[in-house]
């Protein structure tokens, strides 16, 4: 076992790898900024380093200044947690030639789920079901009609060049296609210089659902089973739930199956996260590889009862995996909501500033992640996730129920927080009966104008 | 003619100041620019989310108070423009 571990992260995530090190017995060194000298994870720690200023570019995100953090305090493995370095091929490559045992899978399997299109051609090539789409560009709207009648309508026309939605045109029939063919390749032009598009299919209101794996060092990967994420905005989950209403127990299988084989097509080692989206149909479609742990594991820990955070560290060690999904005691159901530090009053406008009051929820049910404390002053410099509020119960709705009690008992004053947004959602008749989409939450916040005159 | 209306533009959270869209990038605006209402100033940056700043009212950009990249305080002073 590893003599000391570094913790290359802040706010809840350190915390959360802090306290399973302590609890194996495992010295800790937290890294932290000048912005970050009263964070919790900082008194938590064994040891502490500072590593630069308030900004993330000039701390957190320096691979030097923590390889050197982890150097001179004597540590063996660092934990990069998610965000920041987690996910960053260099540093995973920088530790190991430092002697250093990155918490994580290897540099070139952080490579292969990264690049997309290298990720898609491993996936194919492993029978994971990819989003059906024209090979490579379509240069001419009859082209395009016969990739759409291929596939099936609604598709998408996208622009391979990517151009952050710009260039995306959703096509119900050919009669649309052939209108909507020639202005996709000019909002394509001037978003990215390159007028190329491809043709994929649409997939009309989809779940977003995600499987945990495992991989240890001797050839065992399993999954640990699902994960819903579909209650999110622009992209950002908002609430996570596990184990999914849409999915049968042949359906899971299937897609566990999927995604085991999706982490050994990248030859996945440690903890890793395979996406999916899911049509009305429950046909289900490869998305990507998250190489690293997620903010929502714990809904996974609370229906398994297994510690991700441990197994990550014992599989780092050389530990096997000696179990499947299916030896584990999985029970009941658990959700999660992120407490963000965001006004849902007022088109989510951050709201940093000091804690004057600081209530948990606590009770039967109810685990609260978080790096707050009273009086603490929430830094301007990180990200707005300040608490991750997770309630377990037998059913579905028992979660729930324990989630609107503990939601009415969380007490961040003065900060504004989306804990009212998830209170309106867990009284929600859609919600309640589980039936969920990716573009769910516009319900509660309508998609808001872009009245820019620039 | 009517004495000009100065409008004060202040940060409506804590957050870091950016003239700029990007540092390569020239500033979005200087003093003496015409600004049209609902134009974008400047940014705001607080816990990586970015907010624009953007004219109250159409103008002249007079005074530009705050410095790039500096770390404001809700309600700090940012700039001032000179409504039309």
């Not at chain 1, 970050?36 to 701390?59: F, T």
């Not at chain 1, 995100?61 to 923590?66: C, E, K, R, S, Y």
Request: charged content about 25%; hydrophobic content about 40%; some cysteine.
């Amino acid at each position: 076992m590893f003599k000391k571990i570094l913790v290359a992260n802040r706010g809840e995530i350190a915390v959360r790898v802090i306290r399973a090190c302590k609890e194996l017995g495992i010295p800790t060194v937290a890294v932290y900024s000048e912005g970050d000298a009263e964070s919790l994870h900082k008194k938590l720690a064994d040891e502490s380093v500072c590593i630069g200023p308030a900004q993330s570019a000039k701390s957190y995100l320096v691979i030097d200044n923590i390889i050197n953090a982890a150097q001179q305090t004597g540590a063996d493995a660092i934990h990069p947690g998610y965000g920041y370095l987690s996910e960053n091929s260099e540093f995973a490559r920088t530790c190991e030639q430092n002697d250093l045992v990155f918490i994580g899978p290897s540099a070139q399997t952080i490579d292969d789920s990264g690049d997309k299109i290298n990720a898609k051609r491993l996936m194919r090539a492993a029978g994971v079901p990819l989003i059906p789409s024209s090979e490579g560009g379509v240069n001419t709207v009859e082209d395009a009609i016969s990739v759409a009648c291929e596939i099936g309508f609604p598709v998408m026309i996208k622009a391979s060049g990517g151009g952050g939605g710009r260039g995306i045109r959703i096509c119900e029939d050919e009669a649309s296609l052939r209108e909507e063919f020639p202005v996709a390749r000019s909002e394509a032009r001037i978003a990215c210089g390159n007028d190329e598009v491809f043709v994929e299919k649409c997939i009309v209101k989809p779940r977003h659902i995600e499987f945990q794996i495992l991989a240890d060092q001797h050839g065992n990967t399993i999954h640990l089973g699902e994960r819903e994420c579909s209650v999110q905005r622009r992209f950002q989950k908002l609430i996570e739930e596990a184990p999914s209403t849409a999915l049968t127990p042949q359906l899971r299988t299937e897609m566990g199956r999927a995604a085991v084989a999706a982490a050994e097509a990248v030859n996945y080692c440690n903890a890793g996260t395979v996406e999916f989206l899911l049509d009305q149909d429950k046909n289900f479609y490869f998305i990507e590889i998250n190489s690293r742990i997620q903010v929502e594991h714990p809904v996974t820990e609370m229906v398994t009862g297994l510690d991700l955070i441990k197994e990550q560290i014992r599989i780092a060690a050389g530990g096997a995996l000696d179990y499947t999904y299916e030896d584990l005691p999985t029970r009941g159901w658990a959700i999660e909501c992120r407490i963000n530090a965001e006004n849902p009053d007022f088109n989510f406008m951050p709201s940093p500033g000091t804690l004057t009051t600081f209530h948990a929820p606590s009770g039967f049910g109810v685990r609260m992640d978080t790096h707050l404390y009273q009086g603490y002053a929430l830094p301007i410099y990180y990200d707005s996730m300040i608490a991750k509020l997770i309630t377990f119960g037998p059913t579905r709705e028992a979660a729930i129920q324990t989630m609107r009690r503990a939601l009415d008992e969380l007490d961040v004053s003065p900060l504004k927080t989306t804990k009212s947004l998830h209170r309106e959602i867990m009284d929600d008749d859609e919600f309640i009966r589980g039936k969920i989409h990716t573009g769910y939450i516009l319900k509660f916040v309508p998609e808001e104008e872009d009245d820019d005159e620039d | 003619m009517s004495e000009k209306n100065r409008v004060e533009v202040r940060a409506p959270m804590s957050g870091i100041f950016y003239r700029k869209p990007s540092p390569e990038e020239p500033a979005y605006v200087e003093v003496g620019d015409t600004v049209k209402k609902k134009q974008v100033l400047a940014l705001l940056e607080s816990m990586k989310i970015f907010q624009k700043v953007k004219s109250p009212v159409s103008g002249t950009v007079v005074e530009i108070l705050a410095e790039n990249e500096q770390a404001l305080a809700d309600e700090d002073l940012m700039l001032i423009i000179e409504e039309e």
